[in-house]
């Protein structure tokens, strides 16, 4: 039925967890995958007069973030590869991942999003959002959510 899963990763253990399940599921339907990292641009420094800036924090930060998405695609595609599923790796820079997970989703031809859920819930929740929530709403694309058990509260 899927013949082309985009699963975005943050290099954390809870993406980790639907990294797994995504190769699991894609080697069962004989669906091949995209692994998406999007990552943040620099953000906009606003200062008034006499405040100190660094020149060259916007090349280092680009590199670290550029190391770490790499890095999270690098174990992603190493466990895709380790359970036989073909797999390519997408790196994305912008200010709102949601919109680079469906834009992405829709570039490349993918007929479902799985993603993991970080279950974030009460006041964290609502200052920091949710990511997986901006996709449900806004995608026109299927999408399967991961809960991992890391993220289970108990009964």
Do not use: N
């Not at 985009?6 to 091949?32: H, I, K, N, Q």
């Not at 606003?46 to 680009?62: C, I, K, N």
């Not at 997970?101 to 609502?126: K, T, V, Y």
């Amino acid at each position: 039925m899927f013949k082309h899963l985009l699963v975005p990763t943050d290099g954390s253990e809870l993406s980790g967890d639907a990294v797994e399940r995504a190769v699991a599921f894609a080697r069962e339907a004989g669906a091949r995958i995209t692994f998406l990292s999007v990552v943040q641009s620099f953000p906009k420094i606003y200062y008034g007069e006499g405040a100190l800036f660094d020149p060259h924090l916007p090349v280092r930060y680009r590199e670290r973030i550029g190391e770490l998405a790499e890095d999270a695609l690098g174990r992603a595609a190493e466990t895709a590869e380790r359970g036989g599923v073909a797999c390519t790796k997408l790196t994305l820079v912008g200010e709102q991942a949601y919109q680079g997970i469906i834009q992405a989703a829709l570039d490349r031809g993918c007929d479902l999003i799985f993603m993991a859920s970080h279950g974030w819930r009460g006041i964290r929740a609502l200052v920091l959002g949710s990511e997986t929530h901006k996709v449900l709403t806004h995608s026109s694309i299927p999408v399967l959510v991961h809960r991992s058990a890391r993220t289970a509260e108990p009964d």
